[in-house]
């Protein structure tokens, strides 16, 4: 069984769309977290929701936006998708906030 | 604010080499710190972690024991394999204030091991 999925695996649209990445944890987990990597590998947090409460690092746009269903599923929604935004996007999950992290496959997302 | 500092790669041995990858950080707190390893094309893996000074964490051969004094925990392994080729990437979290931070990554280092 897959611990943190996401979908889909590879990604591709145009400037200027709408789109939704999937993530869901199967461990039980409190907190879950978005994550991007930038082409140099770079990893950089983007949003931590922790009982229903949103934690977003400041330098991620506004068109980024976590939708969480329930607790076992963390969405990123991304509104009027820049080339900028190209990069691998990962989910996590961790059994407490600030405890080590489980990670999912990625999304490699390519705005042409 | 939180920082973590790694050696720029990528890192070229051969196999059955001994492996350092040094990693430094910077916090405000007592960070818990740790190393992931990314294999081409494939999501984060937790390698090994260690939540408190002059704690040693070990997995699958790699070990790295954090120092405070220093604030450092340098991974290490006496003899590498060509399966150990991937990105290894040191991490903390702090783990203060209640609010989630998440992880805070150094900027990974490539150790390619050639036969």
């Known amino acids: 069984d897959t611990a943190v999925s996401q979908t889909p695996k590879y990604l591709v649209t145009q400037m200027g769309n709408d789109k939704s990445i999937k993530c869901e944890q199967n461990?039980?987990?409190?907190?879950m977290y978005w994550y991007k990597q930038d082409s140099k590998k770079f990893l950089k947090i983007m949003f931590s929701?922790?009982?229903?409460?949103?934690?977003i690092n400041e330098t991620v746009p506004n068109r980024f936006s976590p939708k969480s269903p329930d607790k076992a599923h963390l969405n990123l929604h991304i509104n009027s998708l820049e080339l900028g935004d190209s990069a691998v996007y990962f989910c996590?999950?961790?059994?407490?906030?600030?405890?080590?992290?489980?990670f999912g496959q990625g999304t490699r997302l390519t705005v042409v | 604010g939180d920082s973590v500092t790694q050696m720029e790669g990528p890192v070229t041995l051969s196999e059955e080499a001994f492996l350092t990858i040094n990693c430094t950080y910077t916090?405000?707190?007592?960070?818990?710190l740790f190393w992931y390893v990314q294999y081409p094309g494939e999501g984060l893996q937790l390698l090994l972690k260690?939540?408190?000074?002059?704690d040693k964490g070990s997995n699958k051969g790699f070990e790295a024991t954090y120092r405070k004094e220093t604030t450092s925990f340098h991974l290490e392994k006496g003899s590498v394999q060509v399966s150990d080729s991937a990105v290894y990437f040191c991490?903390?979290?702090?783990?203060?204030?209640?609010?989630?931070?998440?992880?805070?990554f150094g900027k990974g280092t490539h150790l390619i091991i050639q036969p």
């Open positions: 996590a999950s961790s059994q407490v906030a600030n405890t080590e992290a489980f």
């Open positions: 461990l039980g987990h409190d907190t």
């Open positions: 929701y922790n009982n229903k409460e949103l934690i």
């Open positions: 916090a405000t707190g007592y960070p818990s």
């Open positions: 260690a939540t408190k000074a002059d």
């Open positions: 991490a903390l979290t702090e783990g203060t204030g209640g609010g989630a931070d998440g992880l805070t």
